[in-house]
């Protein structure tokens, strides 16, 4: 075995050669043209740090350099790549910057697991001469973080940016608001814009103060914070130099109490509702009938797509239960338009196929009935995003005694092997019909980085592959055994995951749990 035969995902085509291999050296450079350099200089750095070598960034290529080259008429739409690798040099070739971030992740895998340490001496960095042509089954390949629940800081949101890149993850889902917060700064329109005096900035005054409170959690409340229009710019500007697009949510017209809470207007009695921890779900609605509701959304999607880089708003629209379905229909029929005249297209939750949706409009499939989001995939040509919650929910337990997740998803508990032993083209759906797959991280019982990292992965590394890889390359015992490799590489880099007992680990993960034994003020000490 060598490191052509571990990467994750799996390339469409590997070709072992069989000349000799190369061996990066300690005068080798990287050489890119400008349009390259960002890209080059991301894996130099990664490499200097691995191997101790200078690496400069140079224009010309000499016998030993990687060449990082953009090549216009490049086949395999975007986000393709290809590598060759010769004992002369390795050649990385792309027609984006997209592609070649893509190749780069693969070419940083061809290297020993040793470079993700910071012990130089630790390798020899020798590649296998190979050529290597890859691109992605689907556009969207995705996580979502339900920063809702519990919060994560920017500079948490960007360390999991860089851990999920590696597998060439390029979608970040953040839901942003939920019954238990509001994590997005809106600014008070001023009075023009405002004609009901609507108070916006106490959306994340009040509502950015709560949090989820379960007693299975440690610590059982969740943490409390919000985003600034400029964090979440700064988000999206990280995320763009790792090839990732952000996609801001916004639940409507249930999962709204921290909105009810905050703002008077939008509860037909006038009066705020009080903040809530539960996490119970279906509980709170807007209201059809009041003008302010329309006017607020409007405020809201307004300001969040003028703040937003990438093409989609997601308006949510699940699990209204408390809601009448005529009501359902009003708003979101509503929501759907106000949210496409922001020039975004709208994403839901697949409840929301219940409305005629406008073109360009993304389903993302859950949950319950699949032939509404099969039908006006087939209609109106909305795509769809897979993210069926026996196959794709990254918060579900791994065994019954996880000390951290939830259990509700039917078919469960769930490992990496339901997450991988499954194709997104189902129910009649065609790969056309599919923008991707995307795996959602709600967090009722997450409170850090690490415990989020232990629900992820490898999980989360099942996805990637299910999203990249063609069905034909895909094959879940030679998975297993690429996820076991991958392990030395993942605790080098410190990230944590679930030590799937079934898979022949190449190391050993931290457990994050060690020291919970913690402390909530309200439930007192939980041993997990
Ligand atoms: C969901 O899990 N309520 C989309």
């Not at 990687?66 to 090549?71: G, H, K, S, T, Y």
């Not at 990249?468 to 490799?485: H, I, K, P, T």
């Amino acid at each position: 075995m060598n490191t052509t035969d571990n990467l994750i995902p799996r390339p469409s085509h590997v070709a072992l050669l069989d000349g000799p291999a190369f061996t990066l050296a300690p005068t080798a450079r990287i050489t890119a043209a400008d349009a390259t350099a960002p890209v080059a200089e991301q894996l130099a750095s990664l490499l200097r740090r691995g191997t101790g070598f200078e690496l400069p960034i140079a224009e010309d290529t000499r016998p030993g350099d990687i060449a990082l080259e953009l090549m216009e008429a490049f086949d395999g739409g975007p986000e393709a790549y290809a590598i060759s690798v010769t004992d002369d040099g390795v050649r990385l070739t792309a027609s984006t910057a997209a592609g070649l971030f893509n190749g780069v992740q693969t070419l940083r895998q061809l290297f020993p697991a040793s470079l993700e340490g910071t012990d130089p001496s630790a390798g020899t960095w020798t590649i296998p001469a190979v050529e290597i042509a890859d691109a992605p089954r689907f556009a969207y390949r995705g996580l979502m973080l339900d920063v809702a629940r519990s919060f994560f800081t920017v500079e948490e949101v960007k360390e999991q940016i860089d851990v999920m890149t590696q597998f060439k993850l390029n979608a970040l889902h953040l839901h942003l608001t939920d019954d238990q917060a509001w994590r997005i700064e809106i600014n008070d329109p001023g009075s023009a814009g405002n004609p009901s005096g609507l108070p916006y900035a106490q959306l994340t005054a009040i509502g950015g103060q709560g949090a989820v409170e379960v007693p299975t959690a440690v610590p059982a409340r969740g943490r409390h914070g919000f985003y600034t229009q400029q964090d979440f710019r700064d988000i999206q500007a990280y995320a763009a130099t790792k090839n990732v697009l952000v996609i801001p949510e916004i639940d409507l017209p249930g999962h709204v109490n921290a909105a009810l809470a905050a703002i008077p207007q939008l509860n037909p009695d006038g009066q705020a509702k009080p903040m809530s921890t539960t996490a119970e779900v279906g509980w709170s609605t807007l209201t059809a009938d009041l003008p302010a509701t329309y006017e607020f959304v409007r405020e809201v999607l307004n300001q969040l797509a003028a703040i937003t880089v990438g093409p989609y708003l997601h308006i949510g629209g699940d699990e209204a239960h408390v809601t009448g379905h005529d009501d359902y229909v009003a708003m979101v029929q509503q929501f759907v338009r106000i949210g496409a005249e922001t020039g975004k297209a709208v994403v839901g939750w697949n409840e929301f196929a219940a409305v005629e949706l406008p073109e360009g409009a993304v389903i993302q499939y859950w949950h319950g009935d699949f032939e509404p989001t099969v039908r006006q995939a087939g209609n109106n040509g909305s795509q769809v995003i897979m993210s069926p919650a026996a196959t794709t929910y990254l918060d579900q337990k791994y065994t019954s005694d996880s000390p951290i997740g939830l259990s509700w998803v039917e078919g469960g508990p769930f490992t990496w092997s339901e997450y991988y032993n499954w194709d997104p083209a189902q129910g009649g759906l065609q790969d056309h019909q599919i923008l991707g797959v995307e795996g959602p991280l709600w967090t009722e019982t997450v409170r850090t980085n690490q415990q989020a990292q232990w629900l992820l992965y490898p999980r989360a590394v099942s996805l990637a592959e299910v999203a990249w890889s063609g069905q034909e390359v895909r094959n879940a015992g030679d998975f297993r055994r690429r996820l076991g490799a991958l392990g030395e590489r993942l605790a080098m880099q410190g990230v944590v995951f679930q030590e799937a007992p079934d898979v022949e680990w190449s190391a050993k993960p931290e457990y994050p749990f060690a020291a919970a034994t913690a402390s909530s003020e309200k439930y007192g000490t939980i041993e997990v």
